[in-house]
């Protein structure tokens, strides 16, 4: 009989490209077109992030600079110890944190201002988030 490790091994290192949030040309940063994928640095997975958002991490790096995403994928425990909500969008990959310089209001108002964000909102320890929801902030 032969081993299926080698098949085990295949499937879970696919398995982000094949759950829909995989990396793909021109979505993770435009790089090619814009240089952009060089100002955003990733902490968190970066497979995870919904094209829609990674098109206006673009975006804010091409108007503020840099953009360092501090999460996205939450597990429900972390979700939990870091204070989210139990119907948080990070637990379902439709949700970024990130930091990114500029002025606070005018980061916000950009944000506002993208089709592609549902919920957004700044905290006061710098960071940003944005996801996929309905429109709204808290």
Known sequence: MRSRTPVIIVLLLTMPALAGCGT???VTGLGWATGSHQAISYNDTEWCVPRKLKKVLNRVAKRYGKVTVHSTKRWWLENWWKGGASNSYHLNCQAVDFSVGGNPASVIAFLKAQPE????????SGFYHIDTGPRRTW
């Open 24 to 26: 793909v040309a021109g």
């Open 117 to 124: 964000v549902g919920g957004y909102k700044y905290y006061n």
